[in-house]
């Protein structure tokens, strides 16, 4: 099973597993097709959104566990 960190960049975790994208989309997140957003840090993105790192990374590491791709 995958694990990811608040320094996992976007564009590696939709390669992790692309069905994560609804789970982002869902808190905000509009901006993932966008290149730049891409090479941003799971963590900077959270930030930009206001959004506690921690507790998104642990959101999205419960839904890898639960969705394996």
Do not use: R
Request: hydrophobic content about 40%; glycine content about 6%.
């Amino acid at each position: 099973m995958a694990q990811i960190s608040k320094t996992t960049m976007i564009g590696e975790l939709l390669q992790i597993n692309q069905n994560i994208a609804p789970v982002l989309l869902n808190i905000g997140m509009h901006c993932l097709g966008c290149p730049s957003s891409q090479m941003e840090t799971i963590e900077q993105a959270a930030q930009v959104h206001g959004i506690d790192p921690d507790a998104l990374v642990n959101e999205i590491n419960e839904f890898l566990e639960k969705n394996p791709a």
